[in-house]
């Protein structure tokens, strides 16, 4: 059974980056592909973007382009989801998924 | 733009059916797989179904997937109701570009 455990809660400035780490247990790392998904407070799912580690090439969506970068350390099965000039409206928890599995969520939150 | 739109909220009452809808535009939701998530509140989501109508090991049998192309829409079906069973549920697909698209995610109440 995998098993992904995220970093902890973060609080950051308007302005400045934030990244979380998703480190997954059990299974094979480099072959699945790893989605990052955020809650906004009272909001739905959101896709943020995904990689397959062994490729190493992610893929974004739209409205993130130019400010998330995605990549995976196959050496220690960890992803990692960097996101930068964070605004008050990226308060959010950041969800990491690997096949059918989720990681436990970690808040952000962005405020001044 | 694929879009994925879902009931904003259903209500049944415990030991009925219900399903919720997931109906697809700006694209046929029978081009790939779809998945569905359960949240209960305060809690990560969990995968229901998988690749249409797959149970992840664990998930009860209560639960299951469709599809109707002549609708354009994936349907999550849970029967026999348990108090249990209310959360939210987010159908998600992927666009022409295999890019995730989640719907907006149905509030079911048994009451």
């Known amino acids: 059974q995998v098993q992904l455990v995220q970093s902890g809660a973060e609080v950051k400035k308007p302005g400045s980056s934030v990244k979380v780490s998703c480190k997954a247990s059990?299974?094979?790392?480099?072959?699945?592909?790893i989605n990052w998904v955020r809650q906004a407070p009272g909001q739905g799912l959101e896709w943020m973007g995904g990689?397959?580690?062994?490729?190493?090439?992610?893929n974004y969506a739209q409205r993130f382009q130019g400010r998330v970068t995605i990549t995976a350390d196959e050496s220690t099965s960890t992803a990692y989801m960097e996101l930068s000039s964070l605004r008050s409206e990226d308060t959010a928890v950041y969800y990491c998924?690997?096949?059918?599995?989720w990681g436990q969520g970690t808040q952000v939150t962005v405020s001044s | 733009n694929f879009m994925l739109t879902q009931p904003h909220s259903v209500s049944e009452s415990p030991g009925k059916t219900v399903t919720i809808s997931c109906t697809g535009s700006?694209?046929?939701?029978?081009?790939?797989?779809v998945q569905w998530y359960q949240q209960r509140p305060g809690s990560a989501p969990t995968t229901v179904i998988y690749?249409?109508?797959?149970?992840p090991s664990g998930v009860p049998d209560r639960f299951s997937g469709s599809i109707d192309s002549s609708s354009n829409s994936a349907s999550l079906t849970i029967s026999g109701l348990k108090t249990e069973d209310e959360a939210d549920y987010y159908c998600q697909s992927y666009d022409d570009n295999a890019l995730q698209v989640f719907g907006g995610g149905t509030k079911l109440t048994v009451l």
């Open positions: 690749e249409g109508n797959q149970r």
């Open positions: 998924a690997r096949d059918l599995n």
């Open positions: 700006g694209g046929s939701i029978a081009s790939n797989y």
């Open positions: 990689i397959i580690p062994m490729f190493g090439t992610a």
């Open positions: 059990g299974g094979t790392f480099s072959s699945y592909a």
